[in-house]
């Protein structure tokens, strides 16, 4: 018989499953626009500073991703 915890542990597991799973849709996009940006104009500071937020995003989803692999896997 399945004990509650077991339940509970499978549910949490599922959901940091999907967490990860858009955390990388995450990480792909901030990827894509910041690859957008390097083809615009580098000398306008918008957009310098819009390419800085992307990549930024980019490293934060992946470390959150990190995160919740880390936790699923134990």
């Not at 077991?6 to 849709?25: H, I, K, P, S, W």
Request: with cysteine; proline share 1%; glycine share 6%.
């Amino acid at each position: 018989m399945t004990k509650p915890y077991d339940v509970e542990r499978t549910e949490v597991g599922d959901m940091a499953c999907l967490a990860v799973e858009q955390f990388n849709y995450l990480e792909a996009l901030f990827s894509a626009l910041a690859g957008r940006l390097d083809t615009l104009e580098r000398g306008d500071r918008t957009i310098r500073d819009a390419r800085r937020l992307a990549l930024l995003g980019r490293s934060h989803a992946e470390q959150w991703a990190c995160a919740f692999l880390d936790e699923i896997n134990g």
